[in-house]
């Protein structure tokens, strides 16, 4: 036998009369407990963390957001921008016309442009000067003008699209094993409908891949649909240094 047992059965009440007008049993049975509120506020650190994951963003960046930081990638500042990308020309028969492999370095006006080919182009604002490896010569163009790639032009393009009409924003893809956000809208520019596509690396944003898809009638009224592809191998922004800027000027022929 346990004493302390014995002792805690003999206080164990066995008949609630012995306890009439003591206590109100009652009441004690029917009021329903109360909820203890949590004071979360009063632990700063569980609160901080509590903020944190409130305010962290559920989804992607929306097409907007993605243009903005988009146009940040690839607008030069004080640096120079370089691109070596591949590219092509698909008709809708199948039939490709490749324009290999290009390297393009951009700083203001100035601009240098070199082929896999051999050709190269080099404008200071002034005028254009062309080397043709067929002829090894040179050629003087004064009052011409470069116009860079579209890749790196897409910035004005998406933010005239962006003015003029609404960019989609399509399904993520991967380009090279680079995840990508992908953008997508149209113009209008007389007869013929282009619809522009740009891969941007979802990291960097910088640009991965640029297609032009234009169909329509041509000037002669026969229909044509061709898919400009720039496939971007390097993108960078380099130092406007003074060895940097010697990449701007003609290669030795």
Known sequence: MDPVLDRVRAAD??????????????????????????????????????????????SAPQASEIIR???????????ILYAKSRAERRGADGARESYGTREVWVH??????????????????????RFDPRTGKLAEHPNMQMVAGEIFRAGELLRSARANRDVELLDDESVGGRDAHVLRWHEQRGGPTIEMTLWVDKESYEPLRFTDHSWGDDVEGRPFDETFTENVLEFETLPDTAQNRKLLLMGPH
């Open 13 to 58: 009440p066995v008949d609630p009369g012995e306890f009439a007008g003591r206590a109100n049993f009652d009441a004690l049975v029917l009021e329903p407990p109360r909820r203890r509120r949590r004071r979360l506020l009063a632990f700063p650190g569980l609160a901080a963390v509590l903020a944190a994951v409130i305010v962290v963003p559920g």
């Open 69 to 79: 930081r988009a146009n940040a990638a690839i607008a030069p500042g004080d640096g």
């Open 108 to 129: 203001g006006a100035a601009m240098r442009w070199l082929e896999d080919t051999g050709n190269e182009e080099v404008s200071d604002g002034s005028g254009v000067t």
